[in-house]
């Protein structure tokens, strides 16, 4: 009797565990935009096209992991002549580099969400690769777990997560470092990432 309400507490504890699962990316639910200075204004874009995965369990941070890799052709800031300058060889050079990817590296700095809620409000710093018109450079994320539900369409567990940084565009070799247009367009890049994934 004793075993048999041991074996009942234990499996109303874990029934709310949320264990590890790979997410893939919902492209209709999530976005990759940015925001970058334009003399005295700002100008906002995001790139219409992406894939990728992620490893998440709110219990073991160690583990997380995610790749990603964006179509460079897609950029769109709803601005058909600029869209197309930023497609050319003087900015992202989609012909020679038509893809920008991410592979995390690690996390740190996690700060607990709130209890009971499947990891949401957890924070967090990801770490990655970042690789940009073939250039690679280490990046660090500001990370926001949204959390993990089930799908409602009965399509196994949803996980959402928003992710934040800068990007020094000149680090990458994007657009011009000297010259009249130089001035122009901002160095510094502010990226924001909404992602939500689907269990694989």
């Known amino acids: 009797?004793?075993?048999g309400l041991i074996l009942v507490v234990l499996s109303v504890g874990l029934s709310g565990?949320?264990?590890g699962e790979t997410f893939s990316i919902d492209p209709y639910?999530?976005?990759v935009s940015f925001k970058v200075k334009h003399v005295v204004g700002k100008v906002t874009g995001h790139f219409d096209k992406y894939s990728g995965t992620?490893?998440?369990d709110a219990a073991k941070p160690e583990?997380?992991?995610a790749q990603a890799s964006i179509d460079a052709a897609t950029i769109n800031t709803g601005?058909?002549?600029r869209d197309n300058d930023l497609r050319s060889a003087k900015y992202f050079d989609v012909q020679?580099?038509?893809t920008l990817t991410f592979k995390s590296t690690g996390v740190t700095d996690l700060q607990a969400g709130i209890a009971g809620s499947a990891g949401q409000g957890q924070t967090a710093k990801l770490h990655g690769d970042l690789t940009i018109h073939g250039v690679t450079k280490l990046v660090v994320l500001d990370l926001v777990i949204a959390g993990v539900a089930k799908d409602p369409m009965g399509k196994g567990n949803r996980a959402g997560a928003t992710?934040?940084?800068h990007v020094n565009r000149l680090d990458y070799g994007v657009g011009p470092s000297s010259g009249p247009t130089a001035g122009m367009v901002g160095q510094d890049v502010e990226i924001t990432i909404e992602i939500e994934g689907v269990s694989k």
């Open 1 to 3: 009797m004793k075993r």
């Open 17 to 19: 565990v949320v264990r």
């Open 29 to 31: 639910h999530s976005s």
């Open 54 to 56: 992620f490893d998440y």
């Open 63 to 65: 583990a997380w992991k």
């Open 79 to 81: 601005v058909d002549l």
């Open 96 to 98: 020679k580099f038509p």
């Open 163 to 165: 992710a934040t940084g």
